[in-house]
């Protein structure tokens, strides 16, 4: 059974937005630390969202500040990324991944989807 599973992802011209889900087992859900990253080819995998459920506060990469929010529903076990105003260089694969902290590298995370690909054109 798959814990975490992705979704959400397409193609979209820059400046417009996509809402990716991220739906959990119940026991990942409630990681301390749930958080998305995203890996582009050719480069290391980035986090770009954090989300810590304790005490529910977000941090953002600065790449993404301003233009990413997230959200989860707990009804549905469900976390989102809604992503504003894309640009050439948010094209990537998206992954979500649960932790016991909002570690910065991906390296901390033990849980992990398949990703969803968002691919961004001018």
């Known amino acids: 059974q798959l814990q975490l599973v992705e979704s959400g992802g397409g193609s979209v011209q820059a400046g417009g937005s996509l809402r990716l889900s991220c739906e959990a087992s119940?026991?990942?859900?409630?990681?301390?630390?749930m958080a998305w990253f995203r890996q582009a080819p050719g480069k290391e995998r980035e986090g770009v969202a954090f989300?810590?459920?304790?005490?529910?506060?977000?941090r953002f990469a600065d790449s993404v500040k301003g233009r990413f929010t997230v959200s989860r529903d707990s009804a549905k076990y469900t976390m989102y990324l809604q992503m504003n105003s894309l640009e050439l260089e948010d094209t990537a694969m998206y992954y979500c991944?649960?932790?016991?902290?909002?570690?910065?590298?991906?390296?901390?995370?033990?849980?992990w989807g398949r990703g969803t690909q968002v691919t961004v054109s001018s």
């Open positions: 991944a649960g932790a016991g902290a909002c570690y910065t590298s991906a390296e901390f995370y033990s849980v």
């Open positions: 119940e026991r990942t859900y409630w990681s301390t630390c």
């Open positions: 989300l810590n459920t304790i005490v529910s506060s977000t």
